[in-house]
Every structure is written in structure tokens, then in C-alpha cells.
């Protein structure tokens, strides 16, 4: 089963998500889910060859793509902690993000879902704790829970290079003056590194965890200044948005933005992992004004300063 260009329109605020399944010994199945985007291909379980010093026991191996890529394949049962019952046909799933490709073996897929970003539940933070943060979101399909897991991160914990980087400002990228930025990422390790590094260039962060609490706040920011016969560019002077967001994704907020006559003239940067050559373009049809992939995070002060200096603010 290959990827076969399922593509949304850019803004909708829809998703569509490859459900899979892991088979446990006790006769339990753990549901799971990941976005499309993120998906090149499901194969069957291929043939791996070792790598030296493999750094989990979830790490496979690696194998040869049919790109002539070597990518690796990680036991996901393993790395969540679940005796994954021996299967004769498990399943692979290829995944590109954060410009690295990687495979995953499971027990089994489903099917893909279309949804809307508003059915997708937050994680509680028990859950969060439960599941060493490998949830980013929970949503219900035809009676069963589903959890969306936050490869990213899991790919990360397996590989430090893999990890978002940061390193301090140099001193002639620091902000003159305080600048206000809204940043929307349901992340609380990426919203703790941006915040620190905003703050070192010089800006003043407002977090969110979502694009609709971020909507809101923006809407609320541009009515205050409208009643003082100001403009919202006197409060906020721009925003960053992670795009796989519950409730709302940055896409959606990012065209939502550009459409308002309030805001379309704040500079927007869309920061996530789903920032790739293949779908870049979903981002420039909703307007946005940079985009970043993850890891990188050095990148995203210095070019909101050249985006507002752009601007003359």
C-alpha cells in the first residue's frame, strides 16, 4: 500500500490519519494513528541488517529503500513497552519528517480516516505521563480510542542529532526592541525552546497549545485595539505555529489570519516537521510568509527579525 497523493485542500483544517494496530500476546489491541502526510508507503516486514552500536532495543536494523536509501526500522511494540504478538504478515510503515525517512513495524493497518481537527482530544496529562509522552492527540473512530503518536519525539529519544536544536543568539541577531510574537505548538518540550529562545533575541512570547486558543487571543487582541483606535500590530507583530495542532492547525490559523483585514499584515512562520519540498506548498497556498522545518530551530529568530524588518516595524 503506497501513498497515492491524498492530498486536502490547504486551510481546511481537516487531517486524514493511517490507522494501525499492535497485537498483544494477552489478546489486547492497541489502536494508534499518524497522519497521511507523514506517510510514504506500507510494506510488508522486510529484511534488516544490523547496525553497529544500535541505540534502543527498538531499533531494528536498517534496510535498503527502493530509493537505494538505507532507513531504519524501529519495533514500535518495543519502544512503547507491549508484547506484540508474533505475526506471519506484519506490517511496515515508511515515514518521512523532519527531512529524515524512517520505518516502523506494527502489527497491522486499518484503514485511513478524513476528520476534522476539532475531533481531535488534547492527551491528558496522566496520559502524558502514562505513555512517556509519546501521545500528541486521542480521537474516537467507530467505537474504539485511537492515539496519534508523536513519532517525532520517539525518533528523537532514539537519536540525539534527531532532537530540535537550539543554540544561543549571536549578539548582532538580537532584536533592538521588545517584539511581541504568538506562538501556537501543542508540544510543551518545543514550546520551552522556543520561548527561551525568543526571549534571548529579544521578543516577548504568548504560547499556546493550539490554533484555536491562539485564534481567539488574536481576535480578542485586534477588538481591544479597535476600540482604542490602535491596530492589532501595536500588541502582537507576529506568529509561529507548529501546523498538527488539536482543534485547530496551523494552517487552517495561518489562512484564518491572512484573511482578516486585522492581521493578514502580521508576518507568519509555520514551524513543524511536516515542512517538506513534497508539501511546502500546503503553507505558501495559505499565505505564509516562512516555514521551518523541525529540527531547526535556530533559524526561526532570525527570520521573523528579517521578516519584521521587512515590514518596517
Not at 522486510?46 to 537505494?68: C, I, L, W, Y
Not at 480516516?113 to 492527540?137: C, Y
Not at 485564534?215 to 490602535?230: F, I, P
Not at 492547525?249 to 509555520?270: S, T, Y
Request: hydrophobic fraction near 40%.
Amino acid at each position: 500500500m503506497s501513498q497515492t497523493n491524498i492530498l486536502l485542500e490547504s486551510g481546511t483544517n481537516e487531517l486524514e490519519v493511517v490507522e494501525f494496530f499492535i497485537d498483544e500476546e494477552d489478546g489486547y489491541r492497541a489502536h494508534y494513528g499518524v497522519n497521511v502526510a507523514k506517510v510514504l508507503e506500507i510494506l510488508r516486514k522486510q529484511p534488516v541488517t544490523s547496525m553497529p552500536e544500535m541505540p534502543h532495543p527498538a531499533v531494528m536494523g536498517a534496510f535498503k529503500h527502493r530509493d537505494n536509501s538505507i532507513v531504519p526500522l524501529i519495533d514500535l511494540a518495543v519502544y512503547l513497552d507491549r508484547n506484540r504478538k508474533k505475526s506471519s504478515d506484519p506490517k511496515v510503515i515508511v515515514t518521512e519528517f523532519n527531512e529524515v525517512v524512517t520505518a516502523f513495524l506494527v502489527s497491522g493497518v486499518n484503514r485511513i480516516h478524513r476528520m476534522s481537527w476539532e475531533d481531535v482530544e488534547a492527551p491528558s496529562e496522566f496520559l502524558q505521563k502514562t505513555t512517556g509522552n509519546s501521545i500528541t492527540g486521542v480521537v474516537r473512530l467507530e467505537g474504539r480510542v485511537v492515539f496519534l503518536l508523536d513519532l517525532e519525539m520517539i525518533v528523537a529519544d532514539l537519536d540525539d542529532s534527531l532532537a530540535i536544536r537550539m543554540e544561543a543568539p549571536t549578539a548582532d541577531r538580537v532584536a533592538g526592541k521588545t517584539y511581541t510574537i504568538v506562538h501556537a505548538d501543542d508540544s510543551g518540550s518545543v514550546r520551552a525552546l522556543v520561548k527561551s529562545l525568543l526571549e534571548a533575541s529579544n521578543f516577548r512570547v504568548v504560547q499556546f497549545t493550539n490554533g484555536r486558543d491562539a485564534w481567539e487571543y488574536l481576535q480578542r487582541q485586534a477588538a481591544e485595539a479597535r476600540e482604542e483606535g490602535g491596530s492589532l500590530v501595536d500588541r502582537v507583530q507576529g506568529i509561529i505555529s507548529d501546523i498538527e495542532m488539536p482543534q485547530m492547525d496551523g494552517h487552517n490559523l495561518c489562512k484564518r489570519i491572512k484573511e482578516n483585514p486585522d492581521m493578514r499584515m502580521l508576518p507568519v512562520a509555520l514551524f513543524s516537521s511536516l515542512i517538506t519540498e513534497k508539501l511546502e506548498h500546503k503553507g505558501t497556498a495559505v499565505g505564509a510568509d516562512a516555514q521551518f522545518a523541525k529540527p531547526d530551530l535556530q533559524r526561526l529568530s532570525e527570520f521573523m527579525l528579517n521578516l519584521l524588518a521587512e515590514r518596517g516595524m
